[in-house]
C-alpha cells in the first residue's frame, strides 16, 4: 500500500511527465518543418567572418524593395524596403535605382550610401487620371561612360492592352521629355514585353529583346544597335534564348545568361568585339543563374543563384581562373619518327584544378531580375 | 501516450482540414460515347493503358468577391495525366473561352461548365467532348494558389518574358474587386512568392497569344511547385494544411495523398513531362461571344495519344 500523500505526489509528477513529453513531441514535431518557407534572412543580419572570402570594391543588391550595399565583406542597408530595385554606378560615384510603387516605378540617383539626390524620372499617371494605363514603367537604368547619357527601359509608346518596353535614352541632367526611343517596339512583333535591360558599350548599345519565334514561344536574344531608331542586330540566335548581358571592365568580354529555351540557365561568356561576339563558352550549367556582373577588377564574375533546388537566389561568385584558361605551357618539340599519334605517357599528368564558384551569402533570398552594381 | 497525444494535437488540424478538402464526393460520369465514337481503336488503346495510369482534371477558378452563390467560373482547365510506370506526365490545357457542349445542355465556352454544374459539371463536360476518363479532379481557387506557394516558401521559374498587363484584376481582398491594378513580372530565372505567381500565371492582356500563353504558364507554375515539393517532410503537412483551408476542392481521398505525393517528387526526367496547349490548328476565333472553336479533328487523335 502506498500512503495517500506519495500517491497524489506520484500522479502529479506523472500529469506533469506526461504534459511535459505531449507539449515536447509536439514541439519536436514543429521542429522538424523543412525550411523552405522560412523567410529570407537580412543581409545585415550576418556577421562577417574573417575567413570569409572578400569580394573587392562595393557591391548594392536588393532584397525585398530594400538596397544594401556589400563592401570589405559586410552589408549596409542603405534604403528602406520601398519597391527599391535595380541599381547601377554611375561614372561619378552615385547610384541609379528604381523606385517602384504598385502602379508605376521612376529613376532616381542616390549617392552611394542611399541617400536621394534627384529623381529623374516621374511616371505617376496625372492626379485625376482614372486610367491606369496612364502610369509608366521605367527600368534598368544606365548611365553612359562619360556621364552624359542615361539609357533605360520605358514602356512608351504604348496602345491599350499592349503594354512593350522599348529602350531610352535620356540626357543625365535632363528629364525623359527630352529623351529619344532607341528601340521601337514595332521593331518586334509586339506584345512580348519588348526590349530590357540596356548596357552603355562603345558605339552603341546592347539589350536583351524579347521576340516571337515561328511557332508562337517568346525567346531572348542579345541585341546592338548604334543609333537611335536603327533597326540593330541580333547577336546571339533565338535557339540559345540569351538575356542580361553584362560587359567585362576590359570590354572585350560579354557574359550572359542563356536558357536554351528551358527552364534552366547558364552563364555564357563570350569575346566581344563592336557589338559582335564569338566563341561561347559555358562557365556555369547546374544552377539557377541570373544577373552576371564582373568584377571592377576584373577578378571574377559575381551572380546570383539558389543554393537549394527552388529556393531563394543567393550571391555567388566565380573567380576568373575558372574560365580563363592558363597559357597552354610549350609543346615538346616532336623527335624524329616519333608517332603522330600520341603514346601512353607513363606518368600520369595532373589532373587540371577545378575551381568552383563561391557562395557569398547562405539565407538571404536577392531579388534575381534586380541588377548588382559593382565598382572599386 | 503522451507523445502520441502530442503528435495527435500536431497533425490533428491538417487532418481536419485535409478530410474537409479531400475525397469530394462526386458522381463521376462514365466516359461519354464520344471516346468510343472518336477513338482510332478504343480497344487498342484500352489494353496499352499503362497499369496505375490515371488522369486528374486540375481546376483554377476566380474565387474573388466578384462571385457569388459560389458560381464560379473556371479560368484554369488542365487535364493531367499521370503514368507511374514510365514516371511520365502529361498536362493539356483545356482553353477557358472553348466553344463546346457543355454537360448541363446547350452550347457554351468551357469555363462555363464548373459554373453550372460544379466540380461534376466540368468532369462530365470534359469527358464527353474530348472523349476521356477522369479519375478525381483538383479544385483550387485564386487565393489558395497564393497560399500555396506561400506556404512551401515560393518557387523558382525562369520567366519567359517581361509580363505587363495595364489592366489586371484587382479583386483579391478588396472592397471594390471590379478595379484594375498594373503588373510588371520581369523576366528571367528568379524566386517569386505567391503573389508573384498568381500574377505571372493569371495576366493575359499583353499576351499574343492570350489564354494560349497564359496556360504555357500556368503550366511552367505548375511544374515549379512540383519541383518544390521535393523539399517538403511530413511535418510540413500542418501549415500548408492551413494555408489551404477552404481553398483547395479534390476528389482525392486523404488516404491516397501520401502515395500521390511520394509519386509526383519520383518523377524527376524532364524529358518524360509533356505539355499541351490547344492552340492553332486545334482551335480558331469566330466562335460566338469572342470564344474558340474547336478543331475536334485534330484535337480527339492528340488527345487520344496522350490520354489512352
Known amino acids: ?376 | 501516450m503522451a507523445a502520441a497525444a502530442g503528435g495527435l494535437s500536431y497533425f490533428l488540424p491538417a487532418a481536419y482540414t485535409a478530410f474537409q478538402a479531400t475525397g469530394q464526393t462526386v458522381d463521376f460520369p462514365s466516359p461519354s460515347p464520344s471516346s468510343l465514337l472518336f477513338s482510332p481503336s478504343p480497344s487498342a488503346s484500352a489494353s496499352a493503358a499503362p497499369v496505375g495510369a490515371f488522369t486528374v482534371l486540375l481546376l483554377g477558378s476566380d474565387d474573388d468577391s466578384k462571385f457569388q452563390g459560389g458560381n464560379l467560373l473556371t479560368q484554369s482547365m488542365i487535364l493531367v495525366r499521370i503514368v507511374p510506370s514510365t514516371k511520365s506526365v502529361t498536362m493539356l490545357s483545356i482553353p477557358r473561352d472553348l466553344w463546346a457542349p457543355l454537360a448541363s445542355g446547350g452550347m457554351g465556352k468551357m469555363d462555363w461548365a464548373y459554373s453550372y454544374g460544379g466540380a461534376r459539371g466540368a468532369i462530365a463536360t470534359v469527358q464527353a467532348d474530348f472523349g476521356v476518363h477522369i479519375n478525381d479532379y483538383i479544385w483550387i481557387g485564386l487565393a489558395g494558389l497564393i497560399r500555396v506557394i506561400d506556404a512551401i516558401g515560393g518557387i523558382d521559374v525562369v520567366t519567359s518574358n517581361p509580363v505587363l498587363d495595364d489592366y489586371y484584376p484587382q479583386d483579391i481582398n478588396t472592397k471594390s474587386p471590379w478595379g484594375y491594378a498594373r503588373i510588371a513580372v520581369l523576366p528571367g530565372p528568379q524566386h517569386l512568392n505567391g503573389t508573384q505567381a498568381l500574377q505571372y500565371v493569371r495576366s493575359r492582356h499583353n499576351d499574343l497569344q492570350s489564354d494560349f500563353g497564359r496556360s504555357r504558364r500556368q503550366q511552367q507554375v505548375l511544374l515549379a511547385i512540383r519541383e518544390k515539393s521535393h523539399q517538403l517532410s511530413p511535418e510540413d503537412i500542418p501549415p500548408l494544411a492551413q494555408a489551404l483551408s477552404g481553398e483547395v476542392k479534390t476528389s482525392i481521398s486523404l488516404t491516397r495523398v501520401p502515395a500521390l505525393v511520394a509519386l509526383a517528387t519520383s518523377f524527376d526526367n524532364p524529358d518524360a513531362i509533356h505539355q499541351i496547349v490547344l492552340a492553332s490548328p486545334y482551335t480558331h476565333g469566330g466562335a460566338p461571344d469572342g470564344s474558340l472553336w474547336p478543331v475536334w479533328g485534330a484535337i480527339l487523335p492528340l488527345v487520344h495519344q496522350y490520354f489512352p
Not at chain 1, 31 to 52: D, Y
Not at chain 1, 88 to 108: C, E, H, I, M
Not at chain 1, 281 to 297: E, G, M, S
Not at chain 1, 323 to 339: D, F, I, L, Q, T
Request: proline share 10%; aromatic share 10%.
Open chain 1, 1 to 376: 500500500m502506498i500512503p495517500l500523500l506519495p500517491k497524489i505526489a506520484l500522479g502529479a509528477f506523472l500529469a506533469v511527465l506526461m504534459a511535459v513529453v505531449g507539449v515536447s513531441t509536439y514541439v519536436y514535431l514543429g521542429t522538424r518543418q523543412s525550411k523552405v518557407a522560412a523567410p529570407a534572412q537580412l543581409p545585415t543580419a550576418a556577421q562577417p567572418s574573417p575567413n570569409a572570402f572578400r569580394l573587392p570594391g562595393t557591391m548594392i543588391l536588393e532584397q525585398d524593395g530594400a538596397l544594401f550595399s556589400l563592401s570589405a565583406g559586410r552589408f549596409h542597408q542603405l534604403t528602406g524596403r520601398a519597391g527599391w530595385m535595380q541599381p547601377s554606378f554611375t561614372p561619378g560615384g552615385n547610384v541609379l535605382a528604381v523606385k517602384q510603387t504598385g502602379y508605376y516605378s521612376d529613376v532616381w540617383m542616390l549617392n552611394r550610401f542611399g541617400k536621394k539626390i534627384r529623381q529623374l524620372t516621374n511616371n505617376a499617371a496625372p492626379p485625376r487620371s482614372y486610367d491606369t494605363g496612364d502610369n509608366h514603367w521605367a527600368f534598368y537604368p544606365r548611365m553612359t561612360a562619360d556621364g552624359r547619357t542615361i539609357f533605360l527601359s520605358y514602356d512608351s509608346p504604348k496602345f491599350g492592352y499592349e503594354v512593350d518596353l522599348s529602350i531610352w535614352a535620356m540626357p543625365a541632367g535632363g528629364n525623359l521629355r527630352q529623351g529619344k526611343v532607341w528601340t521601337d517596339e514595332y521593331d518586334s512583333p509586339g506584345y512580348t514585353g519588348g526590349d530590357l535591360q540596356p548596357i552603355p558599350v562603345p558605339g552603341g548599345v546592347m539589350f536583351t529583346r524579347y521576340d516571337r519565334t515561328a511557332e508562337g514561344g517568346i525567346i531572348s536574344q542579345v541585341w546592338f544597335t548604334s543609333r537611335a531608331g536603327t533597326f540593330g542586330r541580333a547577336v546571339t540566335t533565338p535557339d540559345e534564348d540569351c538575356r542580361e548581358p553584362s560587359l567585362s571592365p576590359d570590354g572585350h568580354s560579354l557574359a550572359m545568361i542563356c536558357t536554351y529555351q528551358k527552364q534552366v540557365s547558364n552563364l555564357v561568356i563570350a569575346q566581344y568585339s563592336n557589338g559582335r561576339i564569338t566563341g561561347r563558352q559555358a562557365v556555369i550549367t547546374n544552377q539557377l543563374v541570373a544577373q552576371p556582373t564582373w568584377a571592377p577588377d576584373g577578378s571574377g564574375i559575381a551572380y546570383l543563384a539558389p543554393a537549394l533546388a527552388a529556393a531563394p537566389f543567393q550571391l555567388w561568385f566565380i573567380p576568373r581562373a575558372a574560365y580563363v584558361k592558363p597559357s597552354p605551357s610549350p609543346a615538346p618539340s616532336a623527335s624524329a619518327g616519333a608517332s603522330p599519334v600520341a603514346s601512353p605517357s607513363p606518368v600520369p599528368s595532373p589532373s587540371p584544378l577545378v575551381i568552383k564558384p563561391i557562395q557569398i551569402t547562405v539565407n538571404n533570398g536577392f531579388d534575381a531580375v534586380s541588377t548588382i552594381a559593382w565598382a572599386n
